[in-house]
C-alpha cells in the first residue's frame, strides 16, 4: 500500500465570534468541521463548494498559513516519513514549506511588480541555499522551458505579461524546489476561457511528468472535471461527498451535490433542462442549522433530516457522502460524453 | 420580426489615451427586440461592456462615440438616435432607467453602504414618476416582493451590506426594473456569484422577461450561460462582431475560426475527466497593439495572406446567421 502524500485527518478549523466593546467571545464560526481526505502522489483532488464552505481555510490550514484548531494533517516527507504538521510550530515547519507549494489566484496582484521574471523564478532557490548564481540561472531557465517560456523573458518585469503568462510565471515559482504537494487554489478562475485551456492542459502536463499531488480549490465543476481524479464536495465546512471523478458526476449520491451539478450552464442551448434551483442561500457558518446543514434547502429533507447529524459513510468503494437518505434516494448527475 | 426596440448601427467608440488611440468598439451592429434575450459574448477587451456604457451614454473620459447610431423606439413609438443627446441632458437621464434599465456585475460596490436598499429604491423610483414618498416606499416593497426577497417589508429598511450576493443582485434587478423599463442591459449579472446563486438569478431574469416582454441584452464571459439564456448572440473579439447569429447555429454550425475555437476550448461538465482541452495559441493582444487586418489573424489556425491586411467584412451566410472572414469572402472575379 503506498502513503499518501497528504492525510488529512479531522481537520478542524473555528475563529471565535466576538461581539462588543471588550471582544467578548459570543461564539465559534466552524470553517472547517472535521475534515477527511488524502491524496496520492500523481492525483490531483479537487475540493469545490460554494463561497464561505471552508474550501480555502481547508488549504490554508493544510499550507500551515493558519494554525488548525485540531485534527491532523499527515505529510509524507523526502525520506517517506509521515510527519503531522498540524501543531508544528514555524521553525520546525521551515524545512518542509519546500515540499508543499502554493498557485495563486491572481496572477496580477501574485507577482512582485518590482522583480525581474527570474528574479521571482529564483527567490525560492535563493532562499534554499542555492547561492551560485550561474547554477541557479540555469534552474530558472529549466524551469521556463517547463512552463513553456521563452528562456528570453527571464530580465522583463511582470508588467510585461498577459494573464496566462504570469500565472505560467507564478507555477513556475511554485515548482522551483521539486515540492511533492501543490496547492492551487483557483488557478484558473481569474482567466480568459482561451487562456484557461492553456493552463488547464499544463497544470495536466506538469502532473503527469513530475507526479506531483494537487490539490485543487475551485467553484467552477467544469475545470474540475478536466483537471480531478477525485472530488470532495463541501458545504458549510464539512466534506458532504467525496468520490472519484467519474462517479461523482454521473451518479452524484448527496442532494447538494445534485442541485451544483445541475446548475452548472451547460454550453449547448439543446440541452436547456429544468435546472434545480435551491431556494435561499448557503447557511451562515456562525449559526448553521441543527441536523444536516443542508435540510432547510433540500428537497428530499425529512424531519429526521433537522435532528440527526449525518456522518461521512463510504457506500460503493471509494465514494462517501454524508445524508442520512443516501442508500434510498436515486439523484441525477450529467450524462457522460 | 417586428420592428426592433433598440437598434445599435455600426458604432464606433474609441478611448483617446495619451499613448494611442483604443478602438474599443470599432462597428456593431444589432438590434433588440421585445420578449428576446440578445446574448453578447466575448473575452476581455472585447468590446462588450463598453457597447452597453454607450448605448446608456456613460462611457467615460477619454472614451466617446465616434460615429455610429443608437436607436431607440420609445413607449410613445417615436425613435430617438441616442447618439445625439447630450449626455447630461434631461432626455438621456429620462432613458436611463426609464426606457433602459441595468444591472452590473458587482453588486457588492454597485449598491450603497451608507443608504438602506429601501432609500436607494425610493429615489430610483421618485426619478421616474410622480409619486409621493409613502406610495413610492409601497411601490418598493412590491419591486423587492416580485425579485423573490422574502419579507420585503423587513428587508426594505436593511443595509446592502446586511444581504447576501444574491440578494443584493435581486435588489439590483428591483433598482432597475423600478421605472418599468422595456430594455434591460445586464452586464455579467452572475459572474460574481456561486452557482446555485446564479442559477436562481438566470431563473429570475428569465421569468420578469416573460412577464414584462422586455428585451435583454446579456454581456457575459461564459458560454454556457449564453447558451442558457440567449435566443440570438453575437460573438465580439477586440471591439469587433465576429459572428451573429440565432443561439443554435452559433453553438451548433458556427463559421468563424474565433467562435469555432472558442467553443472547442470551453471546459464542459459533459467531458471525460482529466480530457486535455483544445486551446487557441497566444493569448489576446494588447489593446494599443491591435493586430492589422483581421483581429484575430496571428491566433487564427485557418490564417490567409490576406487576413494580415484586409479587414474582413459581415457577410450573411445563413438565416439571421452572419460572420466576418475572409473564409467566406466571394473571390472577386
Known sequence: MTVPVLDVRSLR????????????????????????????????LSLVGESGCGKTTTSRCILRAIRPSGGEIRFRVESGEQIDVAPLEAKQLRPLRRQMQMIF???????????????????????NGMTNTGVRNKRVAELLELVQLPSAYLNRFPHAFSGGQRQRIGIARALALNPSLVVADEPVSALDVSVQAQIVNLMLDLQDRLGLAFLFVAHDLSVVKHVSHRVAVMYVGRIVE????????????????EALLSAVPVPDPRRRAQRIVLEGDVADPSNPPSGCHFHPRCRYATDRCRIETPVLTEITPGHAVRCLRAEELFLQGVPAG | ?????????????????????????????????????????????????????????????????????????????????????????????????????LVFQEPMSSLSAFHTIGNQLIEAIRLHS?????????????????????RPSQRIDSYSFELSGGLRQRVMIAMALAAEPRVLIADEPTTALDVTTQAQI????????????????????????????????VVMYLGKEVEKGPVDAIFHAPRHPYTKSLLRSIPSVLAEPRSRLATITGSIPHPFARPGGCPFHPRCPDRMSVCETSVPQEIVIGENHATACHLYTRVPA
Open chain 1, 13 to 44: 478549523k473555528h475563529f471565535p465570534l466576538r461581539r462588543g466593546l471588550l471582544g467578548r467571545v459570543a461564539g465559534q464560526i466552524k470553517a472547517v468541521d472535521d475534515v477527511s481526505f488524502s491524496i496520492n502522489g500523481g492525483e490531483t
Open chain 1, 105 to 127: 489566484q491572481d496572477p496580477f496582484s501574485s507577482l512582485n511588480p518590482r522583480m525581474t521574471i527570474s528574479e521571482i523564478i529564483g527567490e525560492p532557490l535563493l532562499v
Open chain 1, 242 to 257: 467525496i468520490a472519484p471523478t467519474t462517479s461523482l458526476f454521473k451518479t452524484p449520491r448527496h442532494p447538494y451535490t
Open chain 2, 1 to 101: 420580426m417586428a420592428d426592433p426596440i433598440l437598434s445599435v448601427r455600426n458604432l464606433h467608440t474609441h478611448f483617446f489615451a495619451d499613448e494611442g488611440v483604443v478602438r474599443a468598439v470599432d462597428g456593431t451592429s444589432f438590434d433588440l427586440h421585445s420578449g428576446r434575450t440578445l446574448g453578447i459574448v466575448g473575452e476581455s477587451g472585447c468590446g462588450k461592456s463598453v457597447t452597453a456604457k454607450s448605448i446608456l451614454r456613460i462611457v467615460e473620459r477619454p472614451g466617446r462615440i465616434v460615429s455610429g447610431e443608437i436607436l431607440l423606439r420609445r413607449k410613445n413609438g417615436s425613435v430617438v438616435d441616442l447618439v445625439t443627446l447630450p449626455t447630461d441632458g434631461v432626455e438621456m437621464r429620462g432613458i436611463r432607467g426609464g426606457n433602459i434599465g
Open chain 2, 130 to 150: 410622480r409619486l409621493t414618498k409613502p406610495a413610492a416606499r409601497a411601490r418598493a416593497v412590491e419591486l423587492l416582493a416580485m425579485v423573490g426577497i422574502p
Open chain 2, 202 to 233: 438566470l431563473e429570475l431574469i428569465r421569468r420578469l422577461q416573460q412577464e414584462r416582454d422586455l428585451a435583454v441584452m446579456l454581456i457575459t464571459h461564459d458560454m454556457g450561460v449564453i447558451a442558457e439564456m440567449a435566443d440570438d448572440v
